[in-house]
Every structure is written in structure tokens, then in C-alpha cells.
């Protein structure tokens, strides 16, 4: 192997703020998951892991139709695409699926991106021009607070907001409109956010936006196939201008879809960075994603059922005297305090056969860790009295 004189003081760095992380509980790893079995308290091999960690609402990702789907589009068409949708890579397949996605969430028209996270990198940066205004929920998504710094290096300003704090957007606003009143003024905000599981006021939102002369941007991935009819999402009223949606959480699968006018969808194609420099979407994803629209066309019931355990769950926890929500959503958050009190409660209910995650700064706020329930269609009552008792034995043992 070929020896490099040069320093290494980089690497010491890097080694020296990892024993940092891990010194304050917030040093990451990869840990395998098998979500099939594992040994519970009783020792039984067979003893079924009630999973809460993922995103996977519906329980679409291994259903017979989307798994069958997948299959005969990789042995039609392969699994590549082969190049960028501009060139060559745009299949008859993604023309349908934009256009029927499109009409699952009423709007003019829809683009495919292979994830969620460049598509919301494409929107804002494709939309900023010097001077205008980006204004974020600060509990917004990572790729929308990326996709806001990519215009701020396009000379557009971009400002956050506390947490659900619209008086001081109003402010904001107003302090823009003022200033630049020609420039152009985007409101950002997920409509169910995905670590308090709380969902954006879409309504006041949009009087804001009509008000400051403004866009309303909504990324729509924990609310696509969960919440409001037929689950096209949080925006019943259609009050915002863009929306994002994901295939990665209730889909079952990846990628990214941007909902809106023809005319933004055209921009996008035009000038959004990570479509017209990325291998498009392959047609085994293409697949997945039209055959989950269908099973949710199909069968309602999941999200009937996905309903009735969301208000089970969290009328279940606040008998053990967890503070939780009323939200609609499937994520529900334990917030405990210390990154050291959220890890010894997921590994407690680990110990009971419950996988789920202990989230910890910088994902959220300092002395706001918590194990994160994300939960779904296929939960059985007498899990979840089984999660329940868990986390009431937790509280009881932390207590003495």
C-alpha cells in the first residue's frame, strides 16, 4: 500500500470529535436491522419484534402487489434507467406516473426525482433569484433547510421562524415586502413534522401567503398516503402552491414527487440542478411507486385502521402518563429530556421485543431526546398494550 507523508491531523480531528460525540451520548452507528425475529425477554427465538422504527405507515414496502410489480417491470425493462431524464432516460412509465400523481393530489402536474431529499433541494434552489425570500419553520426537514442555504448562494435571503410561531413569519414578511416588494417571497414548511409528529396550520399558512404576496412551499412525506381523503395528504384544501411528496414513508418505497403548476414543473426540468445532472428514476421504482397509488385506491382500510391505532396509541400512553399529542399522525414521540434517558428507553423496550429509536441532538433540540413511535396499519390491540406496559415499566423503574 502506498505511504502518504503528508500530516494526518485531519484524521486526528475527525477522531477527536467523534470521542466528543460519544462522550455526550450522540455518536451514530449503523446497526443491521432483522425485522423479522429476534430474542425477546422470554428467550423464544420465534418471538415477533413489534417494529416502530420506520416510515413504512401502510406496510406497503413487501406487499405481494408492489413486490410483483417491481418484478415484471426489472425483467421488461431492466434495473436501470440508464441515463438523465433529459437525455435519455425518461421511459413512457415515468409520463404516466407524473401524470397520474398529478391527479391524485389535484394538481397541474408532477415530477419524478429518485429521492425526496433532491426533491426538495431542486424546488428551492431552481426557484431562487437574488433577492428574494426563503422563510422556514425551523422544525423543517434537513433537505428543505439545505435546499434554502443552496438559494441563499444564489443571492436569495433565507430566515427561519420558531417552531409554529406565525406571528413572527407575519413579521418577517412584512419586513421583506416592505424592502423589496417586487421580489418574490416563499413560505417553507412540512405539513406533518417528523419529529413531533405535529401538523402545520395550512390554513394560516396560506393567509399569510395571500396577504405578503407569497408562495406556499408544503413537503407533504410524512402525509401522502396517511392523511385527508383518498390519503393524498394534509392539504385538503389544496392551499399550497408546491407540494413534495416521497414515496420512502406510506409508499413503500423511494423517490421524490413535486406537485404544482405546469409552469414550476417546466422550471424544474429547465433549471433544478439534481434532475437535469441525475440518472432518472429506474423502472422497478417507477413500479413501486404506481402500484402502491393502486393498493391505496384499493384498499382503504389501511388507513381506516392506521386512524383507529394513532388514537389508540396515544390514549394508551397518556394513561401511563406520557404527554402526547392529539395530532392525526402516525409518529409519536416519548420525549424524555437527556440523549442518556431516550437511549435507556429504546434499549428498555428493546429487552420487551420493541424496536424503536432513541433521537438525539442535533436532530432535535437539546434536552429534547426522545425514543420516536412511528407507527402502522398492521398493529395488533394486544401490541399495542404490550408497548404500552413497556414504557409504563420504564417510567416506574426511573421513578424509584
Known amino acids: 500500500m502506498q505511504q502518504h507523508p503528508t500530516s494526518r491531523h485531519w484524521l486526528e480531528r475527525i477522531a477527536g470529535l467523534l470521542r466528543q460525540r460519544e462522550e455526550s451520548a450522540l455518536r451514530r452507528e449503523l446497526r443491521p436491522h432483522d425485522r423479522r425475529h429476534r430474542p425477546g425477554r422470554s428467550g423464544a427465538e420465534t418471538d415477533a419484534i413489534i417494529d416502530l ?27 436501470g434507467s440508464g441515463s438523465s431524464r433529459l437525455v435519455s432516460g425518461t421511459s413512457p412509465g415515468h409520463a404516466a406516473l407524473e401524470a397520474r400523481f398529478a391527479r391524485f393530489k389535484g394538481a397541474e402536474s408532477a ?106 412551499i408544503v413537503d407533504e412525506a410524512h402525509a401522502t398516503g396517511v392523511l385527508g381523503p383518498a390519503g393524498a395528504g394534509a392539504d385538503t384544501g389544496h392551499l399550497a402552491d408546491i407540494t413534495i411528496s416521497t414515496a420512502s414513508k406510506a409508499l413503500g418505497s423511494l423517490g421524490g414527487l413535486v406537485t404544482g403548476p405546469r409552469l414550476v414543473i417546466e422550471w424544474l426540468v429547465n433549471a ?27 384498499e382503504p382500510q389501511r388507513c381506516r385502521r392506521l386512524s383507529n391505532l394513532i388514537r389508540e396509541v396515544r390514549d394508551g400512553l397518556r394513561v401511563v402518563g406520557v404527554e402526547v399529542r392529539s395530532d392525526p399522525t402516525p409518529i409519536v414521540p416519548i420525549v424524555v429530556g437527556s440523549p442518556e434517558r431516550a437511549m435507556a428507553l429504546a434499549a428498555s423496550l428493546r429487552e420487551h421485543g420493541i424496536e424503536a429509536p432513541a433521537i438525539r441532538p442535533p436532530t432535535v433540540s437539546p434536552n429534547a431526546a426522545r425514543v420516536r413511535l412511528s407507527l402502522h396499519c398492521e398493529l395488533t390491540d394486544e401490541q399495542v398494550e404490550r408497548l404500552c406496559r413497556a414504557v409504563c415499566e420504564f417510567l416506574a423503574d426511573a421513578a424509584r
Open 53 to 79: 422504527s420506520d416510515n413504512d405507515y401502510l406496510r406497503l414496502r413487501r406487499h405481494p402487489h408492489l413486490v410483483e410489480a417491481v418484478q415484471r417491470a426489472a425483467a421488461r425493462e431492466g434495473v
Open 111 to 216: 415530477l419524478l426525482f429518485p429521492t425526496g431529499y433532491m426533491a426538495n433541494l431542486a424546488v428551492l434552489s431552481a426557484l431562487a433569484q437574488p433577492g428574494d425570500l426563503f422563510v422556514l419553520d425551523k422544525f423543517c426537514h434537513a433537505s428543505l433547510i439545505d435546499g434554502a442555504r443552496l438559494a441563499a448562494a444564489q443571492g436569495a435571503a433565507m430566515r427561519t421562524f420558531p417552531h409554529g410561531a406565525l406571528l413572527r413569519l407575519a413579521d418577517l414578511l412584512r419586513e421583506h415586502h416592505k424592502d423589496l416588494p417586487r421580489s418574490a417571497r416563499f413560505i417553507v414548511t412540512d405539513s406533518v413534522f417528523s419529529m413531533d409528529g405535529d401538523v402545520a396550520d395550512l390554513p394560516r399558512l396560506a393567509e399569510l401567503r395571500d396577504a405578503f404576496d407569497a408562495a406556499l
Open 272 to 298: 433544478a440542478r439534481p434532475f437535469i445532472f441525475t440518472t432518472a428514476a429506474p423502472p422497478p421504482q417507477v413500479a413501486a411507486i404506481d402500484a402502491a397509488l393502486d393498493v391505496i385506491e384499493r
